[in-house]
Protein backbone atom coordinates (compact mmCIF):
# COMPACT_ATOMS: atom_id res chain seq x y z
CA UNK A 1 0.00 0.00 0.00
CA UNK A 2 1.45 3.60 -1.09
CA UNK A 3 0.40 6.86 -0.74
CA UNK A 4 1.32 10.28 -2.53
CA UNK A 5 0.27 13.59 -2.17
CA UNK A 6 0.04 15.13 -5.38
CA UNK A 7 -0.95 18.98 -5.70
CA UNK A 8 -1.04 20.29 -9.31
CA UNK A 9 -0.86 24.04 -9.99
CA UNK A 10 -1.12 25.20 -13.64
CA UNK A 11 -0.18 29.01 -14.16
CA UNK A 12 -2.67 30.08 -16.57
CA UNK A 13 -5.42 28.85 -14.38
CA UNK A 14 -4.54 30.40 -11.49
CA UNK A 15 -5.46 33.99 -10.09
CA UNK A 16 -2.45 33.30 -7.80
CA UNK A 17 -0.60 30.81 -8.07
CA UNK A 18 1.42 31.64 -5.41
CA UNK A 19 -1.63 31.95 -2.99
CA UNK A 20 -2.97 28.52 -3.73
CA UNK A 21 0.14 26.85 -3.21
CA UNK A 22 0.94 28.41 0.36
CA UNK A 23 -2.93 27.12 1.30
CA UNK A 24 -1.46 23.75 0.33
CA UNK A 25 1.13 23.44 3.27
CA UNK A 26 3.86 21.31 3.55
CA UNK A 27 6.20 21.20 0.43
CA UNK A 28 3.60 23.45 -1.34
CA UNK A 29 4.35 26.08 0.96
CA UNK A 30 7.97 25.82 0.96
CA UNK A 31 7.98 26.00 -2.97
CA UNK A 32 5.51 28.95 -2.91
CA UNK A 33 8.22 31.00 -0.81
CA UNK A 34 11.18 30.12 -2.91
CA UNK A 35 9.74 30.11 -6.30
CA UNK A 36 7.70 33.46 -6.28
CA UNK A 37 7.84 37.15 -4.99
CA UNK A 38 5.43 38.74 -3.03
CA UNK A 39 3.56 39.76 -5.92
CA UNK A 40 3.13 35.98 -7.02
CA UNK A 41 5.46 35.97 -9.89
CA UNK A 42 8.49 33.96 -10.56
CA UNK A 43 11.53 34.63 -9.06
CA UNK A 44 14.47 35.64 -11.49
CA UNK A 45 16.14 32.37 -9.83
CA UNK A 46 13.41 29.73 -10.61
CA UNK A 47 13.01 31.12 -14.17
CA UNK A 48 16.47 30.46 -15.35
CA UNK A 49 16.84 27.13 -13.45
CA UNK A 50 14.32 25.57 -15.53
CA UNK A 51 12.88 26.20 -19.35
CA UNK A 52 9.34 27.02 -19.24
CA UNK A 53 8.86 28.28 -16.07
CA UNK A 54 4.78 27.73 -15.64
CA UNK A 55 3.17 24.85 -13.99
CA UNK A 56 4.33 23.03 -11.86
CA UNK A 57 3.61 19.40 -9.79
CA UNK A 58 4.61 19.12 -6.49
CA UNK A 59 4.84 15.66 -4.60
CA UNK A 60 5.31 15.22 -1.58
CA UNK A 61 3.99 13.09 2.10
CA UNK A 62 4.98 9.76 0.79
CA UNK A 63 3.96 6.38 2.76
CA UNK A 64 5.17 3.05 1.59
CA UNK A 65 5.50 -0.07 3.53
CA UNK A 66 7.88 -2.70 3.04
CA UNK A 67 8.85 -4.36 1.00
CA UNK A 68 8.14 -1.53 -1.71
CA UNK A 69 9.67 1.18 0.31
CA UNK A 70 12.87 1.26 -1.97
CA UNK A 71 13.97 4.58 -3.90
CA UNK A 72 13.99 2.25 -7.37
CA UNK A 73 10.22 1.28 -6.91
CA UNK A 74 8.99 4.73 -5.40
CA UNK A 75 10.97 6.16 -8.59
CA UNK A 76 9.02 4.06 -11.00
CA UNK A 77 5.85 5.18 -8.94
CA UNK A 78 6.50 9.16 -9.26
CA UNK A 79 7.35 8.60 -13.08
CA UNK A 80 3.92 7.34 -13.44
CA UNK A 81 2.33 10.05 -11.84
CA UNK A 82 4.41 12.78 -13.39
CA UNK A 83 3.62 11.13 -17.05
CA UNK A 84 -0.34 10.94 -16.00
CA UNK A 85 -0.55 14.60 -14.25
CA UNK A 86 1.98 16.85 -16.62
CA UNK A 87 3.87 17.03 -20.11
CA UNK A 88 6.27 18.78 -21.19
CA UNK A 89 5.74 22.15 -19.78
CA UNK A 90 6.16 21.26 -15.90
CA UNK A 91 8.34 21.62 -13.43
CA UNK A 92 7.88 18.66 -10.89
CA UNK A 93 8.80 19.74 -7.57
CA UNK A 94 10.51 16.85 -5.25
CA UNK A 95 11.72 17.44 -1.16
CA UNK A 96 15.37 17.67 -1.13
CA UNK A 97 16.22 16.18 2.62
CA UNK A 98 18.01 13.45 4.62
CA UNK A 99 15.14 12.74 6.97
CA UNK A 100 13.60 9.43 7.01
CA UNK A 101 9.85 11.11 6.07
CA UNK A 102 11.28 12.45 3.08
CA UNK A 103 14.51 10.47 1.92
CA UNK A 104 12.98 8.00 -0.76
CA UNK A 105 11.19 10.87 -2.24
CA UNK A 106 14.79 12.34 -2.55
CA UNK A 107 16.30 9.16 -3.84
CA UNK A 108 13.21 8.60 -6.60
CA UNK A 109 14.06 12.54 -7.93
CA UNK A 110 17.80 12.12 -8.09
CA UNK A 111 16.76 8.75 -10.20
CA UNK A 112 15.06 11.07 -12.16
CA UNK A 113 16.99 13.21 -12.98
CA UNK A 114 15.99 15.56 -10.53
CA UNK A 115 18.24 18.65 -9.80
CA UNK A 116 19.18 20.42 -6.99
CA UNK A 117 17.15 23.88 -6.70
CA UNK A 118 17.57 24.94 -3.05
CA UNK A 119 18.63 23.05 0.18
CA UNK A 120 14.75 22.07 0.21
CA UNK A 121 13.70 21.29 -3.13
CA UNK A 122 14.60 19.27 -5.80
CA UNK A 123 13.23 19.89 -9.48
CA UNK A 124 12.71 17.91 -12.66
CA UNK A 125 12.60 20.07 -15.76
CA UNK A 126 9.94 17.90 -17.95
CA UNK A 127 10.84 19.81 -20.79
CA UNK A 128 14.68 18.47 -21.09
CA UNK A 129 15.13 14.86 -22.89
CA UNK A 130 17.04 13.87 -19.56
CA UNK A 131 14.31 13.31 -16.77
CA UNK A 132 12.15 11.05 -19.82
CA UNK A 133 15.49 8.81 -20.24
CA UNK A 134 16.08 8.44 -16.62
CA UNK A 135 12.41 6.97 -16.38
CA UNK A 136 12.70 5.01 -19.00
CA UNK A 137 15.79 3.88 -17.43
CA UNK A 138 14.20 2.96 -14.20
CA UNK A 139 11.73 1.20 -16.01
CA UNK A 140 13.47 -0.90 -18.09
CA UNK A 141 15.25 -2.09 -15.04
CA UNK A 142 12.66 -2.90 -12.64
CA UNK A 143 10.66 -4.80 -16.23
CA UNK A 144 14.22 -6.26 -16.04
CA UNK A 145 14.14 -7.20 -12.96
CA UNK A 146 10.47 -8.49 -12.63
CA UNK A 147 10.76 -10.68 -15.65
CA UNK A 148 14.23 -12.42 -15.44
CA UNK A 149 14.89 -12.22 -11.79
CA UNK A 150 18.62 -12.00 -11.01
CA UNK A 151 20.28 -9.35 -8.98
CA UNK A 152 17.98 -6.41 -7.29
CA UNK A 153 18.09 -3.79 -9.50
CA UNK A 154 18.06 -1.21 -6.77
CA UNK A 155 21.36 -1.94 -5.39
CA UNK A 156 23.29 -2.04 -8.22
CA UNK A 157 25.48 1.39 -9.04
CA UNK A 158 23.40 3.87 -10.65
CA UNK A 159 25.52 4.63 -14.28
CA UNK A 160 24.42 7.84 -15.63
CA UNK A 161 26.11 6.77 -19.19
CA UNK A 162 23.67 3.33 -18.72
CA UNK A 163 21.95 2.89 -21.96
CA UNK A 164 18.51 1.72 -22.03
CA UNK A 165 17.73 -1.77 -23.00
CA UNK A 166 16.67 -1.77 -26.83
CA UNK A 167 12.86 -3.27 -26.72
CA UNK A 168 12.54 -3.54 -30.30
CA UNK A 169 15.00 -6.38 -30.76
CA UNK A 170 15.23 -8.22 -33.98
CA UNK A 171 12.55 -10.73 -32.63
CA UNK A 172 10.55 -8.12 -31.47
CA UNK A 173 10.26 -5.92 -34.65
CA UNK A 174 9.97 -8.86 -36.63
CA UNK A 175 6.56 -10.08 -35.07
CA UNK A 176 5.92 -6.47 -35.08
CA UNK A 177 6.31 -5.93 -38.65
CA UNK A 178 4.02 -9.15 -39.41
CA UNK A 179 1.74 -7.49 -36.77
CA UNK A 180 1.66 -4.02 -38.77
CA UNK A 181 1.38 -5.76 -42.19
CA UNK A 182 -1.68 -7.75 -41.37
CA UNK A 183 -3.30 -4.50 -39.93
CA UNK A 184 -2.02 -2.96 -43.19
CA UNK A 185 -3.78 -5.60 -45.55
CA UNK A 186 -6.57 -5.72 -43.79
CA UNK A 187 -6.96 -1.75 -43.97
CA UNK A 188 -6.82 -2.35 -47.91
CA UNK A 189 -9.25 -4.40 -47.99
CA UNK A 190 -11.64 -2.27 -45.88
CA UNK A 191 -10.60 0.78 -48.52
CA UNK A 192 -11.74 -0.88 -50.84
CA UNK A 193 -15.51 -2.96 -49.32
CA UNK A 194 -16.62 0.40 -46.97
CA UNK A 195 -15.49 3.10 -49.75
CA UNK A 196 -17.15 6.34 -47.76
CA UNK A 197 -19.61 4.25 -45.64
CA UNK A 198 -19.65 5.05 -41.81
CA UNK A 199 -18.16 2.38 -39.24
CA UNK A 200 -19.19 1.12 -36.36
CA UNK A 201 -16.92 -0.74 -33.29
CA UNK A 202 -16.25 -4.26 -34.63
CA UNK A 203 -13.38 -6.10 -34.95
CA UNK A 204 -12.02 -4.60 -38.21
CA UNK A 205 -9.41 -1.98 -38.28
CA UNK A 206 -11.55 0.64 -39.14
CA UNK A 207 -14.12 -0.51 -36.46
CA UNK A 208 -11.69 -1.05 -33.64
CA UNK A 209 -10.70 2.76 -33.67
CA UNK A 210 -12.25 5.58 -31.93
CA UNK A 211 -15.40 6.51 -33.12
CA UNK A 212 -14.86 9.99 -34.26
CA UNK A 213 -12.96 7.86 -37.20
CA UNK A 214 -15.64 6.23 -38.11
CA UNK A 215 -17.03 8.86 -40.44
CA UNK A 216 -14.16 9.67 -41.74
CA UNK A 217 -13.68 8.88 -46.21
CA UNK A 218 -12.11 6.89 -48.62
CA UNK A 219 -9.10 9.10 -48.80
CA UNK A 220 -8.94 9.16 -44.77
CA UNK A 221 -8.47 5.83 -44.48
CA UNK A 222 -6.03 4.89 -47.53
CA UNK A 223 -3.68 7.57 -45.45
CA UNK A 224 -4.49 5.42 -42.14
CA UNK A 225 -3.61 2.13 -44.35
CA UNK A 226 -0.79 3.49 -45.71
CA UNK A 227 0.34 4.61 -41.80
CA UNK A 228 0.27 0.95 -41.56
CA UNK A 229 2.61 0.47 -44.27
CA UNK A 230 4.97 3.19 -43.16
CA UNK A 231 5.72 1.44 -39.71
CA UNK A 232 5.52 -1.34 -41.10
CA UNK A 233 8.70 -0.38 -43.71
CA UNK A 234 10.28 0.88 -41.03
CA UNK A 235 10.81 -2.66 -39.30
CA UNK A 236 12.09 -4.18 -41.75
CA UNK A 237 14.42 -1.28 -42.93
CA UNK A 238 16.20 -1.14 -39.80
CA UNK A 239 15.25 2.34 -39.18
CA UNK A 240 13.70 3.68 -35.65
CA UNK A 241 10.12 2.94 -35.21
CA UNK A 242 8.64 6.04 -34.34
CA UNK A 243 5.20 7.61 -34.81
CA UNK A 244 5.51 10.30 -36.67
CA UNK A 245 1.79 11.85 -36.72
CA UNK A 246 -1.45 10.91 -35.09
CA UNK A 247 -2.54 8.67 -37.56
CA UNK A 248 1.36 6.42 -37.12
CA UNK A 249 0.77 6.46 -33.34
CA UNK A 250 -2.88 4.78 -33.91
CA UNK A 251 -1.54 2.38 -36.42
CA UNK A 252 1.44 1.74 -33.69
CA UNK A 253 -0.90 1.30 -30.77
CA UNK A 254 -3.18 -1.53 -33.18
CA UNK A 255 0.14 -2.83 -34.20
CA UNK A 256 1.79 -3.76 -30.93
CA UNK A 257 -1.90 -4.89 -29.94
CA UNK A 258 -2.27 -7.13 -32.52
CA UNK A 259 1.50 -8.40 -32.19
CA UNK A 260 0.79 -9.34 -28.71
CA UNK A 261 -2.41 -11.44 -29.95
CA UNK A 262 -0.31 -13.31 -32.22
CA UNK A 263 2.26 -13.84 -29.19
CA UNK A 264 -0.51 -15.52 -27.32
CA UNK A 265 -2.58 -16.86 -29.48
CA UNK A 266 -0.53 -18.12 -32.52
CA UNK A 267 2.96 -19.38 -31.46
CA UNK A 268 3.22 -21.32 -34.13
CA UNK A 269 3.68 -18.46 -36.86
CA UNK A 270 5.65 -16.58 -34.37
CA UNK A 271 8.23 -19.10 -33.93
CA UNK A 272 8.14 -19.35 -38.05
CA UNK A 273 8.79 -15.86 -37.52
CA UNK A 274 11.23 -15.12 -35.34
CA UNK A 275 12.96 -18.82 -36.52
CA UNK A 276 16.79 -18.04 -37.26
CA UNK A 277 16.90 -14.40 -34.94
CA UNK A 278 19.15 -13.91 -32.57
CA UNK A 279 17.44 -14.50 -28.68
CA UNK A 280 17.65 -11.60 -26.45
CA UNK A 281 15.61 -11.51 -22.70
CA UNK A 282 13.93 -8.53 -23.84
CA UNK A 283 12.25 -10.46 -26.84
CA UNK A 284 8.26 -9.62 -27.31
CA UNK A 285 7.84 -7.14 -24.39
CA UNK A 286 5.04 -5.38 -25.73
CA UNK A 287 4.69 -3.45 -22.72
CA UNK A 288 7.85 -2.15 -23.25
CA UNK A 289 7.13 -1.00 -26.54
CA UNK A 290 4.06 0.21 -25.54
CA UNK A 291 6.18 2.30 -23.17
CA UNK A 292 9.08 3.53 -24.88
CA UNK A 293 8.23 4.18 -28.41
CA UNK A 294 5.47 6.71 -28.26
CA UNK A 295 6.09 10.27 -26.67
CA UNK A 296 2.87 10.43 -25.10
CA UNK A 297 -0.20 8.14 -25.04
CA UNK A 298 -2.99 11.46 -25.62
CA UNK A 299 -4.59 9.26 -28.86
CA UNK A 300 -5.97 6.95 -26.55
CA UNK A 301 -8.18 9.00 -25.08
CA UNK A 302 -9.73 9.65 -27.84
CA UNK A 303 -11.44 6.22 -27.02
CA UNK A 304 -12.52 7.18 -24.10
CA UNK A 305 -16.89 8.36 -24.22
CA UNK A 306 -16.75 10.56 -21.41
CA UNK A 307 -14.35 12.77 -23.65
CA UNK A 308 -16.12 13.02 -26.18
CA UNK A 309 -15.31 16.56 -28.45
CA UNK A 310 -12.08 16.56 -26.78
CA UNK A 311 -10.14 16.49 -29.90
CA UNK A 312 -12.65 19.78 -31.18
CA UNK A 313 -11.11 21.81 -28.28
CA UNK A 314 -9.98 24.90 -29.22
CA UNK A 315 -5.98 25.49 -29.94
CA UNK A 316 -4.56 26.96 -26.83
CA UNK A 317 -6.58 24.11 -24.49
CA UNK A 318 -4.53 21.43 -26.34
CA UNK A 319 -1.41 23.42 -26.00
CA UNK A 320 -1.80 23.96 -22.20
CA UNK A 321 -2.47 20.61 -22.11
CA UNK A 322 0.60 19.11 -24.40
CA UNK A 323 -1.84 17.56 -26.73
CA UNK A 324 -1.72 18.33 -31.15
CA UNK A 325 -3.55 16.46 -33.96
CA UNK A 326 -6.05 15.12 -32.18
CA UNK A 327 -9.03 15.76 -34.63
CA UNK A 328 -9.09 13.02 -37.53
CA UNK A 329 -8.48 15.39 -39.98
CA UNK A 330 -5.45 16.43 -38.39
CA UNK A 331 -4.35 12.60 -38.03
CA UNK A 332 -1.87 12.59 -40.84
CA UNK A 333 0.12 16.23 -40.03
CA UNK A 334 3.52 15.28 -38.92
CA UNK A 335 4.64 16.21 -35.60
CA UNK A 336 7.86 17.54 -37.04
CA UNK A 337 8.44 18.81 -40.29
CA UNK A 338 12.02 17.71 -40.54
CA UNK A 339 10.38 14.12 -40.10
CA UNK A 340 7.89 14.31 -41.93
CA UNK A 341 7.28 11.40 -44.31
CA UNK A 342 8.14 11.87 -48.24
CA UNK A 343 5.10 13.50 -49.19
CA UNK A 344 5.85 11.63 -53.02
CA UNK A 345 5.88 8.22 -51.97
CA UNK A 346 2.23 7.22 -53.00
CA UNK A 347 0.04 4.29 -51.96
CA UNK A 348 0.20 0.64 -52.13
CA UNK A 349 -0.87 -0.83 -55.73
CA UNK A 350 -4.68 -2.19 -54.73
Not at 148 to 154: I, L
Not at 221 to 237: P, S, V
Request: charge should be negative; aromatic fraction near 8%.
Amino acid sequence: MARLRAVRGQYWKAHNLHARLADEQGLAAAAAEQLFDTEGQFLPAYEEFVDLPGSLLILDNLHIGEPWADPWIVAAMVASIIDRLSDNQYAVILPRTSEEAGALLTEAGVLLAAEPFSDELLIIDTSLAAPEEAAQRVSARLRSHARYGGSDPWTEDWDEDEEVEEVLTARTRAVLHLALKELADEAWMEVSTLGDQPAQRSSSVVGSMPRVTWRQDTSWRRQMARAFDDLAADCTAGAAVEPRSTGEEMALHLGIARAHNLTLNRPRLVADTVAGLPEERGDLDWDACSSDLFEDHDVLMLFDDSLDGIEDAEGDVHQALGMVNLAPLDWFTAFYPDRARDPDRGFRQQ
